[in-house]
């Protein structure tokens, strides 16, 4: 099973939850709810995976997070395939 951490902050400028994974560059998802943003993070990545596996490519391995993002307005969630 993998696990994939998810960074969650609010956009002032989209006026939702920005949901990004970092082992997937270029991907993020939007929501209304930190929950919201998750699901469709988690949906969005299902998508990647897919594809990286038709084409036969490499699915990134889930990075271990060494510092916690003590930003306050973002939080970090885990999400397992």
Known sequence: MLK???NIIW???DEAFLATIPE???LSAF???HEE???EALLA???MIEVLREDNEKIPEPK???K???HPLSKESIISF
């Open 68 to 70: 916690r993002n003590n």
């Open 11 to 13: 956009s002032d400028e």
């Open 45 to 47: 990545a299902q998508g």
């Open 31 to 33: 929501g209304d709810t």
């Open 24 to 26: 997937f560059p270029g």
């Open 64 to 66: 271990r997070k060494n």
């Open 4 to 6: 994939y951490s998810v």
């Open 37 to 39: 943003a998750i699901q």
